[in-house]
């Protein structure tokens, strides 16, 4: 059989299709290409992130932020020395970006200035924080990625 110009772009044709429809399906099918949005309800926070920016700006008008530090029980959130702790209340959410399993959140109940996070939540790794916090009527919202 012989082979000429029309025939050879026609089989180029039908294997490209075919590499095409085997990377589509395997992409599709394999479970080690899944990849989720970072949140479940992304555009639903993607509407309130005005918000958060605002939350933004009143901590950096702050005299003292939030500030972290790594110890051996765990990840201690230290939270601004001149308010008074016993009046804070809000959120601190941890997201790991590469397993969402391991994301956790918990209200903010302080006895003490400080969140102690305990080392057997939080494995080695790249984590981003998240503490949505109110004080006297004000919101204020403290942002961090960090590596455990």
């Known amino acids: 059989m ?16 075919a590499f095409i429809m ?3 399906v395997s992409m599709n099918v394999d479970d080690k290409y899944d ?4 949140t ?13 920016i605002d939350k933004l700006k009143n901590a950096k008008a702050l005299s003292e932020n939030i500030t972290y530090k ?3 029980e765990g990840l201690t959130i230290v939270f601004p020395s001149n308010i008074d ?4 209340t809000g959120k601190l959410f941890l997201y790991r970006p590469s397993n969402k399993q391991l994301d956790f959140e918990s209200d903010i109940s302080l006895s ?10 939080l494995v080695d790794g790249r ?19 960090i590596n455990y």
């Not at 003490?112 to 939540?121: E, K, W």
């Not at 984590?127 to 990625?145: A, H």
């Open 112 to 121: 003490n200035p400080h969140l102690l996070i305990p080392d057997t939540r």
């Open 22 to 24: 085997y990377f589509i």
């Open 40 to 52: 479940e309800d992304y555009y639903a926070e993607e509407l309130a992130y005005q918000k958060d």
């Open 70 to 72: 790594k110890s051996e």
């Open 35 to 38: 990849h989720d949005l970072v």
């Open 127 to 145: 984590w981003n924080i998240k503490v949505d916090w109110q004080y006297k009527g004000n919101s204020y919202l403290f942002k961090e990625s």
């Open 2 to 17: 012989k082979v000429n110009w029309g025939t050879g772009i026609v089989l180029a044709f039908i294997g490209f299709i």
């Open 85 to 88: 702790y016993k009046q804070i």
